[in-house]
C-alpha cells in the first residue's frame, strides 16, 4: 500500500489530501447524497450487485438520476482498491447531486459528484480477526428512527444526523452501539447495524416493514440460516424481548456479525453458552466460509 491513501473523485484519483469537494456541494450542504459502505475481500467487492441495487433504490428515492452506469461506479471502486494496492479493505462509494444553486430545490439537471475512498482492513474468511473491538454493549437511546414517511429508512444516505444523535447518547455510559426504536417504541435498529436475536423458538429480526436499512450482510445472515434450516422471523419486537433473549448480535459490512454482551446493562446470557451463543457462532462460522469459499478460492478450507 502506498503511503498516502489515494481516493477517487469525479473520475480521476488523486492523494487523500487533495481530494477534496465543492462547500456548494449539496452532499455538504443539505445531505443531498447516496452511498453504500462496502468490504473488499480478496481484491473484489462482497455482494456487489446487491449494493448497486440499493445505492440505485436510493437515488430513485431521492430523485437523483445521476446517468452513471453501475459497471463505471465498479470500475471506479476497483481503481481505487488497485491504486492503494489494497486487496482487503473498506470501501465508500458516494454519489451527491453535486453543485447547485444554494437553495433546497433540487434542479432537474445533475452533475453529479462521485467519491470512492478505501482503507485497509485485515482479511476476512475463516480464521481471520474480528475488525470490530469485541463483544458490543448495546443501549436503547432516546433518540428514535424516524417514521419511513419522515425519512425513507431504505434510503442510505449522506444524512445520518439520527444516528449521530443517538450515538451521542451513548457516552454517559460508555456503550459500543445504540438500540433505536420506532416512532411507537418497538425495536427499529443500530445506529449503523441491523439487528438479530435469538429467544430458543427462532432467530428473530425487526421486519423491513418498520424503518429498517434493508442490509446486505442482515440479507446474508437470513440466507445462510434459512439454508441450515433454522427458523427465521422478520417481525415487530418490543424491547424487552431483545434484552431478554438467549443471543444477540449486529450486523454491518463492516463488522460483519458483532456479538452482543449487554442490552441496557443486562449480560446476555440466556443460554449459559456465554456471550458468542451458539447459534452466534455457528452463523458467524458459516459466514466465514462462504466469504473465504467465493473470494478467496477456498484457501484455508
Avoid at 116 to 124: E, Q
Avoid at 194 to 214: R, W
Avoid at 280 to 290: E, G, H, M, P
Wanted: some cysteine.
Amino acid at each position: 500500500m502506498s503511503e498516502e491513501l489515494r481516493y477517487h473523485v469525479d473520475g480521476e484519483v488523486v492523494p487523500a489530501s487533495a481530494a477534496t469537494v465543492s462547500v456548494e456541494d449539496r452532499g455538504f450542504a443539505y445531505g443531498d447524497a447516496a452511498f453504500e459502505t462496502l468490504r473488499a475481500y480478496g481484491g473484489e467487492i462482497f455482494r456487489w450487485d446487491d449494493h448497486a441495487a440499493r445505492l440505485a433504490d436510493t437515488c430513485e428515492t431521492l430523485g437523483l438520476d445521476h446517468g452513471i452506469a453501475d459497471s463505471d461506479l465498479r470500475a471506479r471502486v476497483d481503481e481505487t482498491l488497485a491504486a492503494n494496492d489494497l486487496a482487503d479493505a473498506y470501501v465508500k462509494l458516494s454519489v451527491t447531486r453535486g453543485v447547485q444553486p444554494g437553495t433546497l430545490d433540487p434542479q432537474p439537471e445533475v452533475d453529479p459528484t462521485v467519491v470512492v475512498i478505501a482503507k485497509p482492513l485485515p482479511r476476512g474468511g475463516v480464521d481471520s480477526e474480528p475488525v470490530h473491538d469485541g463483544p458490543a454493549a448495546l443501549q436503547t437511546t432516546k433518540t428514535r428512527k424516524p417514521a419511513s414517511r419522515a425519512l425513507p429508512a431504505d434510503a442510505k444516505t449522506h444524512n445520518y444526523l439520527n444516528g449521530i444523535l443517538a450515538r451521542l447518547e451513548l457516552r454517559v455510559t460508555g456503550a459500543d452501539e445504540a438500540l433505536m426504536l420506532d416512532p411507537d417504541g418497538n425495536v427499529a435498529e443500530g445506529a449503523t447495524s441491523n439487528l438479530f436475536f435469538a429467544d430458543g423458538t427462532a432467530l428473530k429480526t425487526p421486519s423491513l416493514d418498520g424503518p429498517i436499512l434493508p442490509g446486505v450482510t442482515r440479507r446474508t445472515v437470513i440466507e445462510i440460516a434459512e439454508a441450515e434450516g433454522i427458523p427465521v422471523e422478520e417481525g415487530t419486537y418490543a424491547p424487552d424481548a431483545v434484552r431478554e433473549a438467549d443471543e444477540v448480535f449486529l450486523t454491518n459490512s463492516t463488522w460483519e456479525l458483532r456479538p452482543v454482551e449487554t442490552v441496557d446493562g443486562l449480560r446476555v446470557d440466556g443460554d449459559g453458552e456465554g456471550v458468542e451463543g451458539p447459534l452466534t457462532a455457528l452463523i458467524s462460522r458459516l459466514f466465514d466460509r462462504r466469504v473465504e469459499e467465493q473470494y478467496y478460492d477456498g484457501e484455508r478450507l
